[in-house]
């Protein structure tokens, strides 16, 4: 029963409105204005609060002190309706609809109360259940309620969505979480051997049973068996199913002693069984059987705001399993929740786990991001590099010794320049870059002339390898 306080400075009125609320199953309690303060100061646990209106000044400050509680003004004042955590005006004479549904909005003004979505059970729900979408919210508040029931649950939802996840779940809140949790997929095991997968077998059952076998149901004894894409059962494992269903006990293959089952059932499945039993491929009263509580996985391209928080998650999780991190900028952030995620949660951890490798320790950006996933667009970045860094590293390129398969030149003797520069420079300036090259390909034009386009003589001259003149001599386009 609600309970529901009555505050009235007319007795007569109080008297008529408890008596409405008993009629329709409640419980109610009174109190005058004068008493009111004090009785909502006591009273921690009201579904509801009529308060008269014709007194609105009186109203209005009792219900501006208890902002946690809802109220319903009964009576003609309009001017309470505006105050917040009023949820509607119940004119008299009261009717069950419209008094139903104002009850309905102050079920709902405690249920969506911020902090109150924490359960009083400090419940722990697994990490791949992270968000704050409403979609989201919805199936934690859903697991919640059917884990402490024995009720078989349907787990529909897109492939990588986290049907197994919403399983365990159910089992970890449930008065079975001490027992064992069993799962099986159905799409992965051929039929011929899913009898025995979820039965057992007997010795000398059929060829190659050379011992008995304990079967997941025998497994899974007073715990519960996840029964994964349940829609790929064979028909003939449909009925078997169902007679375990209705009368909670199985035989072994090959045997004939009845073993008494006490399992909870869990099943998914990404298939629409209703369009399956449509086309006969899926009976119609093991989906009622199984279909007692159904909750919907909702797919990640339908609860976008959630992907910050699950990426965080996915971060740290790799983060913990490899020493190695990743970070996301807006933009980044953005792309991925423009993306359609056909993969769902699998995809992102997938994709999570890549730029890990890719990109350890460091910041991704729309640009690292693989091509499907950049959805953004952003301003190509192009550093610019002070001149004297630009002119240092034009005159290494220059100088530089590109081959890979020799010793450091300093090993060998340094050649003294032939031919000098005059250090007066021209008025209309030089290109360094071109000025550089010119005085190189002069050099090793010289040091051949001198030694007769002998290679080796002219590198040693020249106080370089073999192998690094005749790299310069091809790049230089240089030849006797």
């Not at 249920?111 to 992270?130: D, I």
């Not at 919805?138 to 029931?149: D, F, G, K, L």
């Amino acid at each position: 029963m609600s309970r529901i306080l009555v505050i009235s400075s007319q007795e007569s009125r109080r008297n008529n409105l408890s008596t409405v609320i008993s009629f329709l199953g409640d419980q109610p309690e009174t109190a005058s204005f004068e008493q009111a303060i004090e009785t909502l100061k006591r009273e921690a646990a009201l579904d509801a609060v009529l308060i008269d209106g014709d007194e609105p000044e009186l109203a209005s400050d009792v219900i501006e002190k208890f902002p946690a509680f809802p109220f319903i003004a009964v009576g003609n004042s309009e001017q309470l309706v505006s105050i917040p955590n009023v949820m509607g005006l119940l004119e008299e004479p009261i009717t069950y609809p419209v008094l139903t549904k104002l009850m309905h909005r102050c079920q709902e003004y405690i249920r969506r109360k911020p902090g109150q979505s924490k359960s009083t059970q400090k419940t722990k729900l697994f990490r791949s259940l992270v968000g704050k979408s409403q979609e989201i919210q919805n199936v934690r508040r859903m697991i919640e309620q059917v884990a402490p029931t024995d009720a078989n649950v349907l787990v529909l939802g897109e492939s990588g969505t986290g049907k197994e996840v919403v399983a365990r779940n159910v089992h970890f809140l449930s008065q079975r979480k001490d027992g064992p949790f069993i799962p099986v997929n159905c799409g992965a095991t051929p039929g011929e051997l899913l009898e025995s997968e979820l039965f057992g077998h007997e010795k000398g059952a059929f060829t190659g049973a050379v011992s008995s076998r304990k079967g997941r149901f025998e497994l899974a004894e007073g715990g519960t068996l996840f029964l994964d894409e349940i829609g790929d059962m064979p028909l003939q494992m449909q009925v078997k199913l169902l007679r375990v269903l209705q009368e909670r006990t199985y035989e072994r293959v090959g045997g004939t002693k009845p073993i008494p089952c006490n399992v909870r059932i869990i099943a998914a499945t990404h298939r629409n069984l209703e369009d399956m039993i449509a086309e006969g491929k899926f009976r119609e009263d093991l989906f009622y059987r199984l279909n007692v509580f159904p909750i919907d996985s909702p797919a990640l391209r339908e609860r976008k705001e959630d992907i910050p928080l699950l990426m965080q998650e996915l971060v740290s999780r790799f983060e913990n399993e490899s020493s190695k991190s990743i970070k996301f900028t807006e933009e980044a952030l953005a792309s991925l929740m423009e993306h359609k995620w056909a993969g769902n949660v699998r995809e992102l951890s997938n994709l999570v786990e890549r730029l890990t490798i890719l990109c350890p320790n460091q910041v991704v950006d729309v640009p690292d991001l693989p091509i499907k996933y950049q959805h953004v667009s952003v301003d190509d970045f192009s550093p610019e590099y002070p001149e004297e860094l630009l002119e240092r590293e034009a005159l290494n390129s220059l100088f530089s010794d590109d081959s890979d398969d020799f010793e450091d030149d300093d090993t060998l003797a340094v050649a003294q320049p032939t031919t000098y520069v005059d250090p007066d420079l021209p008025a209309e300036g030089v290109n360094l870059k071109e000025y550089l090259s010119d005085l190189e390909v002069n050099m090793i034009t010289q040091a051949l002339d001198q030694h007769d386009w002998v290679v080796a003589r002219s590198a040693e001259f020249l106080g370089m390898r073999r192998t690094t003149l005749v790299e310069k001599m091809r790049k230089y386009n240089i030849a006797k």
